[in-house]
């Protein structure tokens, strides 16, 4: 020990404020530190685990040897409290707010609309204004890499990209002011102009304000880059001086923090560590705590001693020497990163092989906030098996110092190094000091490979690092070293594949040589944990294959050898396109005429954009902690299918703070909740039937006591025989929920003669996790009064949760008020999930008297409240010679899981929309919904369409793959034409549907970029591109007449200042926004004198949910009849004092005692569907859109980027363009997500392996299309809607089918030069497994493919 006084109080800033913390607990995160005890709510909570970069914080220390303040954008979800001595935080709260002065980054991601339900905003403002306080003029680059970290599941991010890249020096851009190409080396594309700065202005247009009436040659804008607040450095806060003093000081003494179960100590110095390790070689040294954390949290490991070297500053010495750099081990990604970005800046370029090579990892390993904590050492002991440095380090002969009480020695990281999952040669008792990265030798070559389920801010499926020297001035191989991650436990060697290779000559033969023996040195099971067997195996290859084309194009560079690399290689050594091209957003302006004030179709900022950007935006989670509230933790199921014999809660009542346990027996109303007529238990009895079925709750006094106490409860079960999880399986034991759905148009069996073609096929379409960012929240207040309980939650459904919660208390729903302030993102995923938690939280605060808060972490929240509908979809049809289809018979089966829940209603909807654009003259559509052991599956966005046109889309597919034309020819071919009937005989025009179609022709210039597409494709062997074009009729509405009534209520105060009420939830699409403009025109007032405050079922009872696309509508037109009936009353006051203004008006109205609240009422259209004459009219119009894709796919790693993205729609007079194109390019990404990227996965015995962002990947930063046009048809109109706009929140969502299928097409490209051609299997989501092992390569051939049914696989197919 050194000499050190030991202390356990802590000194750091949080936004200029000194904290002082004595004891603190070890276990206490930033995140909770900040938001509950120090009410900063902006920072939140989305998945605890480091990967949505929600919780984002600024963290800045003062160095001394450089004498400098470093700012780091952080996760303040794994920064443990007591390592923040001396260290500065700033949250989105300490840089600007509404009441004193905004900060740029808080303006302009707000006024650029890149703020929807809010719930991540406040941590892209941080870790934006982390990168501004480092480099005030970034790149586009920069600013891409600095949001990688950070999720978004509602804007897709396009708006927030165009914001902040306002920010952008001018001079990282062509300064061509949209003549000419871009420094960025982007071509012009045919119809734009092409400058960086142009900011998505189209000549002529511009894009972007919420300011009324901003124009630009006579158009409006959607977002005015004008008037903008400048970045002012002298706006920020200052690093404390006294942090500095403290620190320059360099008085440091032993922290010690003990708390309720672990002990944290923080030495000062290497030998004190050597000592309390050898003291406790099980405790784990913490810095990034990036690992450590998550075994705590998630995985329930406990560490009751931690050794925190943060401030030893041997750990962290970067030391450069002639052989080689030597980096100390606690220095995090970010600091290794920048060292070796200096040496490659310094040193010969061929000195920097291992340099480069691990910068390339880098570049990708994780996120910003990642990055800037994760330690080198603790990469490197961690041993995970996908570490991304471990196989480079292996590859390029790197070495490890240690030091123990034994003392010092040096570990080569070869083959030897890495002993099995997360285990490696260091002794218990040593602690790795620093890596030595050597310069490389003349001829020596090092490269690094990676593929990842998302390009960005995920780990690695596999990744690989080799290195090769050749035999002076010849291609004969010394030396060849080849290290794969994600193959094995832990990083494996491939010793036997380089011997086969050293001593010959780097050409075809050695490698060809090489191959067998790589598929038999790194072997996987065909049940390997982390499945996609084939697809990794395949990955090993064809790293491989690239080393080699490298190796060939760097012989063939240097003289050695004579064989250049052929011409169609050279793109496979490339990245894929990654420049950003200006995007376009076009709508209709408004009527010539209209009043400047009134706002309605004008691009308007969402009305809590600014708070939500300054972190004041309340959600339900912020709400202060009530006097004596507890908190719910629930247990679950850990079996799908058993008999519950007995619960045992004694252990869990006997810990510190558990309060009580709430089971079914304690339910003093209904114990069930009625969906679609079946009966759902709130908490299950007798019987489970699914992995993750609540059983019972735990209420503590703290969220951590709940969780201990959860874990604490013993349930005994007997396991029941009959399993059911796939469709497959349900079908063949008849196990669905009733009823069936059938319809048919025509006759099919005469449409089959009639066909000159019959084809048979099938698509799977897995599910979707809704991922909303803020989780499954609710706080239960009892008032104490006649049963009164005050329940403010997130969700959908407000009427459903009141009357439920009323049912299961016993009580008149008149005792029940449910507020609903804002919902951190929805997408149907909060109606009947949240209506079963808030009944079972009801129950906690009915039974202890007390407040009750339930906040689901992501793991639960995944596990608990099921997802989108996964879907097998057959079908026969049959087709004519030129194209046409003469009948199609479709059957879908939807994974519905354990419960009814709305999955009746969704396979019925699938029926109503699988003819979608087309007029199939003879079809035939039947649905089920499957009942398995798996959780319930419940509403989605789109609700059953976005499967069920997947698998129309995918008939139209095959048959253009049969006929080998392109899918678009029969798609037009195909379409309803003129005055049509649907399939259930409900009349409509499909006119705007076909303007829809031709101009999205027009305006991705399809019929040249086809073209365009070919040459590329027969030019380049393993990169492809392709195209799809897709269109959508999207019925808008609810088949069932009553759910279309809507109602509201206006409250008109005396200083003219007007309240608006009505039944829909604000939950990031903008709905209160619209309403406030719907109020604004009807009572002639500006925007600024209307509030919407919450959404209340005591202010307006009875609401509908809001979901089906509908809210605008039935609660605008609510709100419209409310204020013209106020506005009515104002008449003759009107009348007497024409000129007003409004306030003397309303102040005359009172004193006359004129009622200045008002009613609205909206009943709606009489929509119906009759299954019995399959006729209907279910939906009162229909909205179109057409998208067009074009990807372009590495075939050998499945990666692939959208190059741009053309979206024309007909959503009628938009109420609010710059909400409807948010929602357009929100619904489309969650689609991207849903057809390419997001896959959840099931154990066989029916556990969901996916619970959290680092295995569920949504789309990031990095999936934003290149080029991102969107553009609303212009002259068009809808009787039908309020102001005759059209619903949007649905339809887009299934046009991210455009990128699936232009997927698919680039596939059928690579499978054509693999002499393959028609239709062939292509399930969804088409990630890169699916892409790459489908275009066949000659590699992915030589993977020998195990026989279904001789293994179990790691993940069961859900559809
Ligand atoms: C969201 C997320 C994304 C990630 N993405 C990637 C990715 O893309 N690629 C990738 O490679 N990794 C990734 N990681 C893993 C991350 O890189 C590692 O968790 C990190 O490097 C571990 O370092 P740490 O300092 O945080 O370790 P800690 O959690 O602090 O410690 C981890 C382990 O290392 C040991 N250890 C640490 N330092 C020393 C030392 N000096 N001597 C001896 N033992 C030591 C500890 O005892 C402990 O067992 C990701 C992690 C997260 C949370
Ligand atoms: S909450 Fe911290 S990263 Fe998700
Ligand atoms: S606005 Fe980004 S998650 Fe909702």
Redesign the pocket.
């Known amino acids: 020990m050194s000499g050190n006084q030991e202390s356990g109080c802590l000194t750091f800033y949080v936004n200029g404020k000194k904290v002082t913390e004595r004891d603190v607990d070890p276990e206490t995160m930033l995140l909770p530190y900040l938001r509950k005890r120090m009410r900063l709510t902006g920072a939140k909570y989305g998945c605890g685990g480091g990967g949505c970069g929600a919780c984002t914080v600024m963290l800045s220390r003062y160095q001394v040897h450089s004498r400098s303040v470093v700012h780091c954008a952080v996760n303040a979800c794994l920064l443990p409290v007591c390592q923040l001595h001396g260290a500065a935080v700033t949250t989105v709260e300490g840089i600007g707010s509404t009441k004193t002065k905004l900060h740029p980054v808080q303006e302009r991601i707000a006024k650029a609309h ?8 406040p941590g ?1 403002v941080m870790s934006m204004y982390t990168l501004l306080r480092n480099k005030p003029q970034p790149t586009m680059e920069d600013i891409t890499e600095a949001l990688a970290g950070n ?5 897709g991010y396009r708006p927030i990209l165009d914001g902040y890249k306002t920010f952008c020096e001018s001079s990282n851009c062509c300064q061509n002011s949209g003549a000419k190409s871009c420094s960025s080396g982007n071509s012009i594309s045919e119809n734009n102009s092409n400058c960086c700065q142009q900011n998505g202005k189209e000549p002529g247009r511009a894009n972007g304000n919420e300011v009324t009436d901003d124009l630009e040659n006579g158009h409006l804008k959607l977002f005015n880059i004008d008037n903008l607040l400048p970045l002012d450095p002298t706006q920020d806060l200052i690093f404390p001086p006294e942090l500095i003093r403290m620190t320059e000081s360099g008085l440091q003494a032993t922290q010690t923090f003990r708390g309720e179960r672990i002990t944290w100590v923080s030495p000062v110095s290497l030998d004190e560590v050597v000592d309390l390790k050898s003291r406790h070689p099980e405790a784990p040294i913490v810095i990034g705590n990036t690992n450590i954390g998550l075994d705590i949290k998630f995985k329930g490991i406990l560490h009751p001693f931690i050794i925190s070297p943060t401030r030893v500053p041997d750990l962290f010495v970067v030391k450069n020497t002639p052989q080689g750099v030597s980096v100390g081990a606690g220095c995090s990604m970010s600091v290794v990163r920048a060292a070796l970005e200096d040496l490659v800046r310094t040193l010969p370029l061929g000195q920097t092989e291992v340099h480069r090579a691990l910068l390339q990892q880098l570049g990708n390993l994780a996120g910003q906030q990642i990055r800037n904590v994760a330690t080198l050492g603790g990469n490197i002991v961690s041993a995970y098996p996908n570490s991304d440095l471990n196989p480079v380090l292996a590859a390029g002969n790197c070495r490890l110092t240690v030091v123990s009480k034994g003392g010092r020695r040096e570990i080569p990281m070869n083959k030897d190094f890495f002993v099995g999952f997360g285990k490696t040669l260091l002794n218990p008792d040593e602690i790795a000091v620093s890596v030595f990265i050597p310069i490389s030798r003349k001829g020596e070559f090092v490269r690094a490979f990676r593929q990842a389920p998302r390009k960005e801010n995920a780990l690695a499926t596999v990744n690989a690092g080799m290195r090769v020297r050749f035999h002076d001035g010849s291609s004969v191989v010394d030396e060849l070293s080849i290290f794969y991650g994600g193959v094995g436990p832990c990083t494996v060697g491939a010793s036997k594949t380089c011997q086969q290779i050293i001593g010959r000559p780097w050409g075809e033969e050695a490698l060809t040589a090489a191959y067998p023996v790589l598929l038999e040195e790194i072997l996987l099971p065909p049940s390997a944990p982390g499945g996609k067997v084939a697809f990794r195996r395949a990955l090993t290859l064809n790293f491989l294959f690239k080393f080699f084309l490298q190796m060939q194009q760097k012989l063939a560079e240097m003289g050695i050898i004579t064989d250049d690399l052929e011409q169609d290689m050279r793109s496979s050594l490339e990245a894929l396109p990654n420049d950003f091209l200006p995007s376009y957003q076009e709508f209709q302006d408004v009527l010539e005429g209209q009043p400047g004030q009134d706002p309605v179709g004008r691009p308007m900022m969402h009305r809590s954009a600014l708070s ?1 950007a300054t972190g004041e935006a309340v959600y339900c989670d912020d709400m202060p902690k009530t006097e004596g509230e507890l908190f719910l933790s629930l247990v679950t199921s850990t079996k799908a299918h058993a008999k519950i014999l007995n619960m045992d809660v004694s252990a869990a009542l006997a810990l510190p703070g558990v309060v009580d346990v709430i089971t079914a027996r304690d339910i003093p109303g209904k114990k069930f909740r009625m969906f679609c007529g079946m009966n759902e238990e709130l908490l299950a009895e007798k019987e489970v039937t699914c992995v993750g079925q609540m059983v019972c709750a735990v209420v503590a006094d703290t969220k951590p006591h709940a969780k201990r106490g959860a874990a604490a409860v013993k349930i005994t079960y007997e396991d029941q025989p009959e399993l059911v999880f796939t469709v497959e399986e349900a079908i063949e034991k008849k196990s669905f929920f009733e009823p069936l759905r059938e319809i048919e148009r025509g006759n099919v069996s005469e449409g089959f003669k009639m066909a000159d073609h019959i084809h048979e096929g099938e698509i799977r379409i897995g599910g979707q996790e809704h991922f ?2 803020e989780t499954q929240s609710m706080l239960v207040i009892p008032v104490g009064e006649e049963g009164e309980m005050n329940v403010y939650l997130s969700t959908q459904h407000p009427a459903m949760a009141q009357d439920s919660i009323a049912e299961t208390l016993d009580i008149p729903s008149n005792r029940v008020t449910c507020h609903i302030k804002r919902i ?2 929805a997408f149907g995923g909060k109606v009947t999930k949240t209506t079963i938690l808030a009944c079972i939280t009801a129950v906690a605060a009915w039974k202890t008297e007390r407040s009750v808060r339930l906040v689901l972490e992501r793991g639960e929240d995944m596990l608990i409240t099921g997802a989108r509908h996964p879907v097998l979809g057959q079908y026969k049809i049959g087709y004519m010679k030129d194209g046409r289809i003469t009948a199609a018979d479709v059957k879908y089966y939807a994974n519905a899981g354990n419960t009814a829940d709305e999955s009746p209603l969704i396979v019925a909807k699938i029926l109503l929309h699988f003819d979608n654009a087309y007029n199939i003259p003879n079809m035939r559509g039947r649905s089920a919904a499957c009942k398995t052991n798996l959780p319930s599956n419940t509403a989605f966005r789109g609700f059953g369409v976005p499967q069920c046109m997947l698998v129309t889309e995918s008939i139209i597919n095959d048959v253009a793959l049969k006929l080998g034309r392109p899918a678009e020819e029969i798609r037009e071919l195909n379409m309803y034409r003129g005055s049509s009937l649907t399939h259930y005989k409900m009349p409509f025009d499909p006119e705007n549907m076909l303007r829809c179609w031709e101009e999205c022709k027009r305006r991705s210039s399809i019929q040249r970029r086809r073209g365009d597409i070919a040459q590329f494709n027969q030019h380049n062997r393993f990169k492809k591109r392709g195209l799809a074009l897709v269109p959508i009729k999207y019925g808008i509405g609810f088949d069932i007449a009553f759910l279309n009534q809507a109602a509201a209520l206006v409250h008109i105060f005396q200083d003219g200042s007007v309240l608006v009420n009505h039944g829909g939830a604000e939950m ?1 699409q903008g709905i209160h926004t619209k309403m406030q403009q719907v109020a604004s025109r009807e009572l002639r007032i500006p925007t600024s004198l209307i509030h919407i405050s919450e959404t209340n079922t005591h202010m307006v009872p009875n609401t509908c949910p809001s979901a089906a696309s509908f809210g605008t509508d039935a609660n605008g037109m609510a709100v419209k009849d409310a204020c013209e009936t106020l506005y009515k009353r104002l008449e003759p006051i009107r009348k007497r004092n024409p000129e007003g203004p409004w306030q003397s008006w309303i102040k005359a109205a009172f004193l006359e005692k004129i009622s200045l609240s008002a009613t609205g009422y909206y009943r709606g259209h009489d929509l119906y569907m009759d299954w019995e004459k399959q006729e209907g009219q279910p939906y009162a119009y229909f909205t179109y859109g057409v998208c067009c894709c074009e990807v372009e796919l590495d075939c050998l790693t499945g990666d692939y980027r959208t190059i741009r993205t053309d979206m024309v729609f007909d959503i009628g007079r938009s109420i609010n363009p710059s909400i409807d194109i948010g929602q357009i390019e929100g619904a489309f990404t969650q689609g991207v997500g849903l057809y390419t990227m997001e896959e959840l996965k099931f154990s066989p015995s029916g556990v969901l392996y996916t619970r959290g962002p680092g295995q569920y990947k949504i789309p990031a930063v990095c999936d934003v299309p290149l080029q991102f046009n969107i553009y609303l048809l212009r002259g068009t109109q809808n009787p039908h809607a309020i102001y005759s706009s059209k619903g949007i929140g649905e339809p887009a969502l299934f046009l991210g089918s455009s990128v699936f299928f232009a997927l698919k097409d680039a596939v059928a490209a690579a499978r054509s030069d693999a002499g393959l051609s028609g239709p062939f299997e292509f399930h969804s989501p088409a990630t890169p497994e699916t892409a790459c092992l489908a275009c066949a390569s000659h590699l992915t051939q030589m993977v020998p493919i195990s026989k279904p049914g001789s293994f179990q696989p790691w993940a069961i197919e859900t559809p």
């Open positions: 890149g703020s929807q339900c809010g719930f991540c905003t892209m999720l978004c599941r509602c804007t939500q909303y960012m951190g993102g990031g």
